[in-house]
């Protein structure tokens, strides 16, 4: 594993590094968990990917039906952004294949960094929420923990 952290010691920003072979959304996870970010909000993702799984929305009913998707590298990582909400990160990848197709999604485990893959993110230590069911939502939301 090629994972690297950087912490800001005056804004508490977090620059992550990963290389070839790392799982993204696994690595972001230990982040979180190792630097106790309860809850923060990731900005920036850029890099590449061996190997891609995301999901999206198929249907407009609620809750909606899910439609998974395992891309095979190589996958531009045009950019990926989210909220980390009780440790855990909910990101929203874009992504390029070789012949310039463009696919987006709900980031899902097992998604592989081919080159690198560099992050920030700004833990958020005075807010403290997480997602659950409310307001008659089917879908947990996020809400004070």
Known sequence: MLLKYFVSQETGVVIVSLGH??????SLRQVACELDIHTGVVMTGIGSLNFGRIHAVVTNSMPPTDRFFDLPGPLEVVGFRGVIA???????????????KFYGGHLEEGSVIL?????SILPTPDI???????????????DWE
């Open 21 to 26: 072979g790392d799982l993204l959304l696994e």
């Open 128 to 142: 403290k929420i997480t997602r659950r069911i409310r307001d008659n939502s089917p879908l947990p939301l996020l």
């Open 115 to 119: 080159t690198l893959s560099e992050i």
């Open 86 to 100: 009780a440790h855990e990160p909910h990101i929203h990848i874009s992504l390029m294949d070789a012949n310039g």
